[in-house]
C-alpha cells in the first residue's frame, strides 16, 4: 500500500507494519502523492491552456496543481531521506514538470541512489522531459487505454488533435529505452488486460480513429507489458 502524503508520518509510526518484506500479502510500499486532476475533467495541470476551456474559466485557463512547487519539494525530499518510493499522479505537463523539479532538487541535495519515483499517468508528459525523467530514474506508468476511452474528447475538446496524438508516449518512452509500466486505474475503467493491450498497439478511439499511430507500441512489447514485470495495475485513485 501507499498511503496519501498527508497521512505517511502517521502510518510511518506504527512499527507493526512490514515495510521490507510482506507479511500477509501486505507492506508498506512507500507514499502517494496527487499533483493534479484529471484531463477528462479539465483539472489536469497544463503548460498550455486547454483546447476549449470550461464555461466558468478563461481562454488561459490550464488547471492547477494540487502542491505548490516548494511544498512538492519537501515532500519529495522527505520521501528520499526516508528512504520511501513516490508515487506521483502528474496527468499535466505542468504537473510532470514540477515533479522533475523535486527531483532534480533532492537528488541534487542528497546524491544519485536507486529510488525510482514513479510518474503515474504521464499522460501529456513531452519529448525533452521523457530525456529528463531517464537520467532521473522516473519511472513513468502510461494510462494507455485513454486513447479510446476519452481519445475524441481529447482531440475536440481537452486538448486538440496536436497534443492528443502524444498522449500516454509509449514509443518515445521505448525509445530511450526506458523502463515503464501500463495500466488500467480500475475502477475508472474496468480492469481488463486485453483491452488495455490493445489500446497500447491500436491507440484507437471510440469514433474509430487512430490516435497518435507514431506512439503505437509493438504486439511483442504490448504482450510484454501485459505479462512481465513493466506491466502494473494500480489501485484506485481519488481522480484520474
Same mark, same amino acid.
Given at each position: 500500500?501507499?498511503?496519501?502524503?498527508?497521512?505517511?508520518?502517521?502510518?510511518?509510526?506504527?512499527?507493526?507494519?512490514?515495510?521490507?518484506?510482506?507479511?500477509?500479502?501486505?507492506?508498506?510500499?512507500?507514499?502517494?502523492?496527487?499533483?493534479?486532476?484529471?484531463?477528462?475533467?479539465? =483539472?489536469?495541470?497544463?503548460?498550455?491552456?486547454?483546447?476549449?476551456?470550461?464555461?466558468? $474559466? +478563461?481562454?488561459?485557463? &490550464?488547471?492547477? *496543481?494540487?502542491?505548490?512547487?516548494?511544498?512538492?519539494?519537501?515532500?519529495?525530499?522527505?520521501?528520499?531521506?526516508?528512504?520511501?518510493?513516490?508515487?506521483?499522479?502528474?496527468?499535466?505537463?505542468?504537473?510532470?514538470?514540477?515533479?522533475?523539479?523535486?527531483?532534480?532538487?533532492?537528488?541534487?541535495?542528497?546524491?544519485?541512489?536507486?529510488?525510482?519515483?514513479?510518474?503515474?499517468?504521464?499522460?501529456?508528459?513531452?519529448?525533452?522531459?521523457?530525456?529528463?525523467?531517464?537520467?532521473?530514474?522516473?519511472?513513468?506508468?502510461?494510462?494507455?487505454?485513454? =486513447?479510446?476511452?476519452?481519445?475524441?474528447?481529447?482531440?475536440?475538446?481537452?486538448?486538440? $488533435? +496536436?497534443?492528443?496524438? &502524444?498522449?500516454? *508516449?509509449?514509443?518515445?518512452?521505448?525509445?530511450?529505452?526506458?523502463?515503464?509500466?501500463?495500466?488500467?486505474?480500475?475502477?475508472?475503467?474496468?480492469?481488463?488486460?486485453?483491452?488495455?493491450?490493445?489500446?497500447?498497439?491500436?491507440?484507437?478511439?471510440?469514433?474509430?480513429?487512430?490516435?497518435?499511430?507514431?506512439?503505437?507500441?509493438?504486439?511483442?512489447?504490448?504482450?510484454?507489458?501485459?505479462?512481465?514485470?513493466?506491466?502494473?495495475?494500480?489501485?484506485?485513485?481519488?481522480?484520474?
Amino acid at each position: 500500500m501507499f498511503p496519501k502524503w498527508t497521512e505517511a508520518d502517521a502510518i510511518d509510526a506504527l512499527p507493526q507494519l512490514p515495510r521490507k518484506e510482506y507479511v500477509g500479502h501486505l507492506k508498506v510500499g512507500g507514499v502517494k502523492i496527487t499533483q493534479d486532476g484529471s484531463p477528462q475533467g479539465k =483539472t489536469a495541470f497544463l503548460t498550455q491552456p486547454y483546447h476549449k476551456p470550461p464555461p466558468d $474559466q +478563461e481562454a488561459t485557463y &490550464r488547471g492547477q *496543481p494540487i502542491l505548490p512547487q516548494e511544498e512538492l519539494n519537501t515532500e519529495e525530499e522527505k520521501a528520499f531521506t526516508k528512504g520511501w518510493q513516490l508515487h506521483v499522479h502528474c496527468n499535466g505537463d505542468a504537473a510532470a514538470d514540477m515533479l522533475l523539479e523535486a527531483v532534480s532538487r533532492a537528488t541534487a541535495k542528497l546524491g544519485p541512489a536507486d529510488r525510482r519515483p514513479v510518474m503515474v499517468h504521464s499522460q501529456t508528459v513531452r519529448e525533452n522531459p521523457l530525456d529528463q525523467m531517464k537520467a532521473l530514474g522516473i519511472i513513468p506508468t502510461f494510462f494507455v487505454a485513454h =486513447t479510446f476511452y476519452w481519445g475524441d474528447w481529447h482531440a475536440n475538446e481537452t486538448l486538440g $488533435q +496536436e497534443r492528443a496524438e &502524444r498522449i500516454s *508516449p509509449l514509443r518515445s518512452a521505448s525509445n530511450r529505452g526506458m523502463l515503464y509500466t501500463i495500466h488500467n486505474d480500475s475502477p475508472v475503467v474496468p480492469p481488463d488486460i486485453s483491452p488495455l493491450m490493445w489500446s497500447a498497439v491500436a491507440r484507437t478511439t471510440r469514433s474509430q480513429q487512430a490516435l497518435g499511430a507514431e506512439q503505437r507500441a509493438t504486439p511483442l512489447l504490448a504482450s510484454r507489458m501485459g505479462t512481465g514485470p513493466s506491466f502494473a495495475f494500480l489501485p484506485r485513485h481519488t481522480c484520474c
